[in-house]
């Protein structure tokens, strides 16, 4: 008998999640000698990850080694692709590029990408090809930017509560944030401050599982979280449950904060919010008297038009309390602003020039109509022609004969198939990268562990490729692995202090040196106050996209569980998982007024086009409201399209982010 010829490895998971986790990967080694990927779990031994994956990526090995992953260069001519070599790629590639250089300059030039894969050197520092050439800069608010924004406002960096700390809160609200589908890491430490004796509460227009797992679920009317949050504000000062002594030590703007929210009584909060004003003054009542409070922000609560400005009167109600002097006390949106990483030519970051063009991603569907003069693009850790709004007109551009489009990819997304090349990416399991986290605060490593697939190359490898054929003499578009390493870990700051690339890579994850009783805002914070700045005080404001008899209904297109983002949408078993097809939750009340049957298909109609989706009869979402979970691929709804068919180009108050829960709709039963 020979023994089984497996292997355990740990990876950090590249996925665009907070949790980072630490993967343990069983490799087995096959007839041919090579080895393959059969099993995905937790590190047990990983704080933050703890011995589990997600309900997604358990099954990542079927995406490593689905049927239809590109694995060599592909060339459309006419209608179809044909297989042609790297060689014979990168030469075509520099050629046509060389020419639009020539003939329109770097400004016909644009680079479309997000986070596919969290990793710096393959997510972000292959952005120097592009500053090298100076095309214009893509400003990467998809997600985040109106939080980050709205955070920064008060706190500055984002030093979020750390999992570990959050058992140490006795009221947890969770705040426009399904953090049980995404942020399941956070889970564990949730149920440890319930044992402890916390209450959660979850704040979110629909009742999803993070819901059925609170101990209470507030059913918020979308888009007016501000409200709300200057309405618990009101009851917390008028009660005295403010903490004057840090609100004077710590803050800057009380004056201006507490006039706002005197306005908010409960009873016109409750006009506002649908949150009524017993429970109103209960949840106030529960932050009040029992503290430390902890909010978790998702940025679903951010994805409307005054998203930055909800998500920033949220996180200031823990400054008001004065939770942040208090272990487990505080907010959290991200834990990014603990990784002082050396980012000073990350991505080449040092070539942007002053005056360079930007283009706001959530605005890809308007950047590429032909009048803006866009004559090549280059797609990679994205598939836009899924999740970017007004995806129809996305496609439209991407399809124009006088757009060059080149999309590096691990799958043949919808955004592949209108390429004009298709270049095979590698993935985590194939490629060297490090990945910071914004769930928590350890730095990852990750070796390139398995021989990529077939012709698969990183894309750092293809953007040197064509650096040389362009002839690009920036140094720091050629930087390896090693050399980035050694950039990124170049500083003295004292969270980083100890971190060597020999360590980190010996280690493969490093905590950075935080101290145990953390508290990042007991004092003040890194403004340019020195306080946390409760000026200007928040207000709500009304969207512009008012319900109307033309569309009367809000839609919300939140994650699903068994997806991440579009990453996962071509595995039958997480399809499967999600009911086979995109469904349109619906309250029983809007199906009668509409005429829907439950399993019936319907119309779905907005400002910016139509689409069609099965109907869920379910009083889990509230009157007015339709939610569509998920950025399913546009093949699996029943006309192609995907959701983003009927969302709009619209930006936050803050950040230029994205306001995919903004839309306003019309349901009609479908004919036919
Ligand atoms: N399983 C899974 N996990 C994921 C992802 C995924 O697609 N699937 N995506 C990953 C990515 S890219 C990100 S950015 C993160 C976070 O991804 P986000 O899309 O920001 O998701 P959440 O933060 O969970 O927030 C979604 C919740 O916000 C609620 N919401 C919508 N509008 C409002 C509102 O006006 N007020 C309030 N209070 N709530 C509102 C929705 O109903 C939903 O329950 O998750 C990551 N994790
Ligand atoms: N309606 C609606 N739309 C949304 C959202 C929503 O909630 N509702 N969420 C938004 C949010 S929060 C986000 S973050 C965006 C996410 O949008 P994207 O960043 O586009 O994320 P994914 O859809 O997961 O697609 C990532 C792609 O990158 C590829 N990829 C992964 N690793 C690599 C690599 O190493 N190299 C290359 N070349 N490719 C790689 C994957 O195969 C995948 O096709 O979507 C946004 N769109
Ligand atoms: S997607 Fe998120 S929860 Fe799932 S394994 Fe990756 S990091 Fe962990
Ligand atoms: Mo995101």
């Keep these: ?41 937790g590190d047990p031994n990983h704080p933050i990850t703890r011995g589990f994956a997600c309900a997604k990526t358990v099954h990542y090995p079927k995406r490593q080694y689905h049927p239809d992953r590109p694995t060599h260069p592909l060339k459309r001519v006419d209608d179809t692709f044909v297989r042609v070599s ?89 705040w426009g944030i399904n953090s049980l589908t995404s942020n399941s890491h956070l889970t564990p430490w949730l149920t440890q401050a319930r044992k402890n004796g916390a209450r959660i509460i979850h704040i979110d227009p629909y009742r999803n599982k993070t819901s059925l797992y609170a101990d209470e679920h507030v059913k918020i009317r979308p888009g007016t979280d501000a409200a709300l949050a200057l309405g618990l504000a009101r009851e917390l000062i008028v009660n005295g449950w403010h903490d004057e002594t840090y609100l004077q030590d710590a803050t800057v703007g009380f004056d201006e904060y507490r006039e706002s929210a005197l306005a908010w009584t409960p009873e016109r909060t409750a006009e506002v919010t649908g949150v009524s004003p017993e429970t109103l003054r209960a949840l106030a009542r529960q932050i009040g008297e029992h503290g430390p409070l902890y909010v978790r922000v998702g940025y679903g609560m951010t994805r409307h038009e005054n998203g930055g400005t909800a998500l920033r009167a949220a996180t200031m109600l823990p400054a008001l309390t004065g939770a942040w002097r208090h272990r487990g006390g505080g907010a959290n949106v991200s834990t990014s602003g603990y990784f002082h990483l050396n980012r000073t030519h990350l991505g080449a970051a040092h070539l942007i020039r002053p005056g360079v063009p930007h283009v706001n991603m959530n605005q890809l569907a308007d950047a590429l109509a032909p009048e803006r003069g ?55 399991m194939e490629h060297a990268d490090v990945y910071t986290s914004y769930g928590h605060t350890h730095l990852g ?52 202090a100890g971190f060597t690339p020999e360590r980190l890579k010996a280690e493969g ?23 946390v700045q409760l ?63 439950d399993g019936a298909y319907a119309n779905l109609t907005s400002e910016v086009g139509a689409t069609q ?19 399913w691929w546009g093949l699996s709804a029943p006309d192609g399209r995907s959701i983003n068919a009927i969302t709009a180009q619209t930006l936050t108050d803050l950040g230029g982010g994205s306001t995919f829960h903004n839309t306003r709709i019309r349901v009609e039963p479908a004919r036919g």
């Excluded at 095309?135 to 924004?149: K, N, Q, R, S, Y």
């Excluded at 750390?162 to 058992?167: E, F, I, S, Y």
């Design 613 to 631: 989706r099965r109907v869920r009869v379910t009083d889990a979402t509230q009157p007015g409201v339709v939610v569509v979970e998920g950025s």
């Design 86 to 174: 790297w060689d014979e790629a990168l030469e075509d590639i520099a050629a046509r590029l060389k020419r639009v250089l020539a003939e329109h300059g770097p400004n016909a030039l644009l680079r479309y990408n997000y986070a596919g894969t969290m990793g710096l050197r393959e997510g972000t520092h292959v952005h120097s090809f592009f500053r090298a050439l100076g095309a214009p800069e893509l400003d990467e608010t998809i997600c985040a930017t109106a939080g980050t924004e709205g955070w920064a406002m008060t706190y500055g960096p984002r030093y979020g509560v750390r999992p570990q700390d959050v058992p140490h809160a006795r009221t947890i609200l969770l």
């Design 509 to 531: 994850t490093l905590p950075l040196n935080l101290p145990d009783d953390l508290r990042p805002f007991a004092d003040g914070a890194p403004t340019a106050s020195g306080k």
């Design 374 to 428: 866009f004559k090549a693009m280059f797609v990679y850790n994205c598939n836009p022609a899924v999740v970017a709004p007004d995806s129809e007109r996305v496609i439209q551009g991407l399809r124009r004969a006088d757009l060059f489009v080149v999309v590096l990819e691990q799958a043949m997304t919808e955004t592949a198939r209108h390429a004009d090349y298709v270049l095979p990416a590698t993935t985590f």
């Design 535 to 597: 000026s200007p005080a928040p207000e709500f404001i009304p969207v512009d996209a008012q319900l109307n008899d033309a569309y009367p209904l809000r839609l919300l297109t939140p994650p699903a569980h068994h997806f991440l983002n579009s990453t996962y949408g071509h595995l039958d078993v997480l399809t499967s998982a999600e009911g086979h097809e995109p469904h349109a939750l619906i309250h029983p009340d809007d199906a009668q007024r509409y005429g829907l049957t």
């Design 445 to 496: 490593y990750n070796p390139a562990t398995l021989p990529p697939i077939g012709e698969a190359r990183p894309n750092s490898w293809v953007f040197q490729e064509l650096a040389r054929r362009l002839g690009i003499t920036e140094p720091s578009v050629y930087w390896s692995m090693d050399d980035l390493l050694a950039h990124l870990l170049d500083t003295d700051h004292p969270f980083l």
């Design 1 to 41: 008998m020979t023994a089984p010829a497996t292997r355990d490895v740990l990876l950090t998971c590249p996925l665009d999640c907070p949790d980072a986790c630490r993967l343990k990967i069983t490799l087995e080694r096959q007839d041919d000698g090579s080895e393959r990927a059969i099993k995905l779990g």
